[in-house]
């Protein structure tokens, strides 16, 4: 139901969009977010949005560098790149949940996973 997408092989310091794109049923009413997994790390917390974007969520290491956005409307949800770093190399995982809380941040208590689409970024 979640299908994340735009990933792939850049340099240090490009960019790189992500999006994520709902089907089977509208995630208008759900907080949308990110989560990724490095190879020989557990999954972290990236990003999330708001139903009605009214708030966004960013961890530390991306903060400054990577923005979420959404179109409820089209039932997508989007990650913006900049600057990448080799650290930021992983899996991305987009994600659903009714509501956002602490919760988020160990990746706990998700509604809806999607696959991931991989990212990779060379020094």
């Known amino acids: 139901q979640l299908q994340a997408c735009g990933g792939g092989l850049v340099q240090a310091g490009d960019s790189l969009r992500l999006s994520c794109a709902a089907s089977?049923?509208?995630?208008?009413?759900?907080?949308m977010g990110w989560f990724r997994q490095a190879p020989g790390k557990e999954r972290e917390f990236v990003a999330a949005?708001?139903?009605?974007?009214?708030?966004?969520y960013y961890a530390d290491s991306v903060k400054g560098r990577f923005t979420i956005s959404r179109d409820s409307a089209k039932n997508t949800v989007w990650l913006q790149m900049n600057s990448l770093k080799p650290e930021d190399t992983a899996v991305y995982y987009c994600?659903?949940?009714?509501?956002?809380?602490?919760?988020?941040?160990?990746?706990?208590?998700?509604?809806?996973w999607g696959k991931g689409t991989l990212v990779t970024v060379s020094s």
């Open positions: 994600a659903a949940d009714g509501v956002f809380s602490s919760s988020w941040y160990g990746g706990m208590g998700i509604d809806y």
């Open positions: 089977g049923r509208t995630f208008s009413n759900y907080v």
């Open positions: 949005i708001t139903r009605r974007s009214s708030r966004t």
